[in-house]
């Protein structure tokens, strides 16, 4: 275990030449198309499971299954489809990134109290109206939730797929690191994987605070 002197020292010398701010930048890149690509598809699925029965009933049980399946078996799939360029990497991040969503949207509607639709109905609300007005703020908190732990999980899918025969990258440092016998190198890329990792929530906790503002919590009184 490398003293955490040399372990900063190998982070300063990584961000001096540059060459840790090109592999953040692959990472990052890698991680924001496949979130962005995995949060639509399940928010998409999501929406369509929990509003209609029939979807639910004839969609849920196979990507439950699926979801059962580990990231790593994956990635022959994708690399015999896709190739090992980025569009692989790209997609085992997304499959990542998909199932926390679509379970916490798909949950989140299904968890809305019966009461507060009933309600709704007594003031005639539309179909519209009662899904901007009753059902979405209702959701918003737990799709929250959904779309920080798919984040989260995208940045550990973006290990699998770098190590995908990737030559830019965070993951790519710890295989260098590896191969290369320099522990330091192992954990300061584990340690810039931690900071881009809470960056990139922070960032998205920022952006979706205005969704949930009218909530009157706990947090909020303290």
Do not use: N
């Not at 590896?178 to 960032?203: E, V, W």
């Amino acid at each position: 275990m490398p003293p955490p002197s040399r372990i900063v020292t190998t982070l300063y010398a990584l961000a001096a030449s540059g060459e840790l701010w090109v592999h953040a930048w692959a990472t990052l890149w890698r991680v924001a198309v496949g979130f962005a690509l995995g949060a639509v598809g399940g928010i998409v699925f999501g929406a369509l499971c929990g509003t209609i029965e029939s979807a639910r009933r004839l969609l849920d049980p196979t990507l439950q299954a699926l979801r059962a399946i580990p990231s790593i078996a994956w990635v022959p799939l994708f690399i015999l489809w896709l190739g090992i360029f980025e569009a692989s990497k790209v997609a085992l991040i997304a499959v990542g990134v998909f199932f926390p969503v679509y379970l916490g949207i798909a949950g989140a509607i299904l968890s809305v109290d019966r009461k507060l639709v009933e309600v709704g109905h007594v003031f005639r609300l539309s179909r519209v109206k009662l899904a901007r007005r009753i059902l979405l703020p209702a959701v918003l908190p737990e799709a929250v939730i959904a779309l920080r732990s798919g984040l989260g999980l995208g940045f550990m899918f973006v290990v699998a797929a770098e190590f995908m025969g990737a030559s830019e990258g965070l993951g790519y440092l710890l295989v260098d690191g590896q191969q290369m016998g320099k522990p330091d190198q192992i954990l300061a890329a584990i340690i810039a994987f931690a900071l881009l990792g809470k960056t990139a929530d922070s960032l998205l906790m920022l952006f979706t605070k205005p969704l949930v503002r009218w909530q009157d919590t706990v947090r909020e009184r303290l």
